[in-house]
């Protein structure tokens, strides 16, 4: 039976050790890190995800705001938006929730973000450091990630990571991340990976982030490797009050037999990029403050 990787009781952890540092922060007589969420239209998903940074912020004792503007905002004012939060001096991070309605650019967005307030760490200066020493702000989901395995002591030095999926946010920072600082090798595979299966059964080490459930099925598995889903869709049950569950996109029944450690969905990779949130504002926030 494989080990679950639970990110919840891991992020809950780490949330425990932040909390004790604002707390020892605010004692001296500093304000508390205070991160902002803008949040354009009325997307379920991301309603749910913003929600769950803001009471992870109230856990710690962050000081959070959430700014919601209606889907039909333009462009122009999501950007003097950026620049507001920019200059604000009491702001130590903030987050531009996507997806973003489609008249509204993400690259524009991203791009006019102030590099020491980006605790996604999307930025492209972000984004170029991320195989530095002295990075700044990681991306929260791959950071997550990383953080996962050294809580379980998984190492990735000499081993074989195959990452599927080559999103901005996830699968390239994470190939990036793992080849880099991690001293992996790394297969990135993506839509047009011809035998997507014969690269994934060479893998001591799976990191999926596609978005279609059950993508990944036991026979395309070693024995013994570790597995991370980062998918999270929803898909309609009538057996939950909501309407819909979330599934990864792993087949769980047909993997975890195989694995000898697995994330869980929900409550493996999701709430790890929650505290990565948590932990790039503190970061800011120290910084901010020559703490
Ligand atoms: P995305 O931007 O849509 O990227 C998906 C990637 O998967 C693309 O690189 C695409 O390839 C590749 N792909 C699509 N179909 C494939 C297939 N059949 N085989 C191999 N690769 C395929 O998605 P994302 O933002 O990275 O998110 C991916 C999933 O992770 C979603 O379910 C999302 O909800 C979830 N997510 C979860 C968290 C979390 O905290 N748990 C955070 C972020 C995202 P091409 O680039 O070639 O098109």
């Given at each position: 039976?494989?080990?679950?990787?639970?990110?919840?009781?891991?992020?809950?952890?780490?949330?425990?050790?932040?909390?004790?540092?604002?707390?020892?922060?605010?004692?001296?007589?500093?304000?508390?890190?205070?991160?902002?969420?803008?949040?354009?239209?009325?997307?379920?998903?991301?309603?749910?995800?913003?929600?769950?940074?803001?009471?992870?912020?109230?856990?710690?004792?962050?000081?959070?705001?959430?700014?919601?503007?209606?889907?039909?905002?333009?462009?122009?004012?999501?950007?003097?938006?950026?620049?507001?939060?920019?200059?604000?001096?009491?702001?130590?991070?903030?987050?531009?929730?996507?997806?973003?309605?489609?008249?509204i650019s993400v690259e524009k967005i991203i791009d006019r973000i102030d590099t020491t307030k980006d605790v996604d760490g999307f930025t492209p200066a972000n984004f170029g450091k991320i195989d530095?020493?002295?990075?700044?702000?990681?991306?929260?989901?791959?950071?997550?990630?990383?953080?996962?395995?050294?809580?379980?002591?998984?190492?990735?030095?000499?081993?074989?990571?195959?990452?599927?999926?080559?999103?901005h946010i996830v699968g390239m920072p994470m190939s990036i991340l793992l080849a880099g600082p991690g001293d992996a090798t790394v297969t990135l595979c993506h839509i047009h990976t011809k035998n997507l299966a014969a690269h994934t059964r060479q893998a001591d080490i799976i990191i999926v982030a596609v978005g279609k459930p059950g993508l990944i099925t036991g026979n395309m598995v070693k024995e013994g490797a570790v597995i991370v889903d980062v998918g999270t869709t929803r898909v309609a049950d009538s057996s939950k009050k909501s309407g819909f569950a979330l599934k990864g996109d792993v087949d769980f029944a047909s993997v975890e037999p195989k694995a000898s450690h697995i994330t869980p969905v929900p409550g493996g990779v999701g709430p790890m990029t929650i505290a990565s949130l948590i932990m790039n504002t503190m970061i800011a926030y120290k910084k901010r403050m020559n703490l």
């Open positions: 039976m494989a080990v679950i990787l639970d990110g919840r009781k891991v992020s809950k952890e780490i949330e425990e050790e932040i909390k004790a540092e604002v707390s020892a922060c605010t004692k001296n007589g500093h304000r508390p890190p205070h991160l902002v969420a803008v949040l354009v239209g009325e997307d379920g998903a991301s309603e749910t995800y913003v929600t769950a940074k803001m009471k992870a912020c109230d856990e710690v004792g962050f000081k959070s705001s959430m700014i919601r503007y209606d889907a039909t905002v333009t462009e122009e004012i999501i950007l003097a938006e950026v620049d507001r939060l920019n200059k604000e001096e009491g702001v130590d991070g903030y987050i531009v929730q996507l997806p973003l309605p489609a008249h530095q020493e002295h990075h700044s702000l990681l991306p929260a989901t791959p950071m997550g990630i990383i953080e996962l395995l050294k809580r379980y002591v998984i190492k990735t030095k000499g081993k074989h990571c195959v990452v599927v999926g080559k999103s």
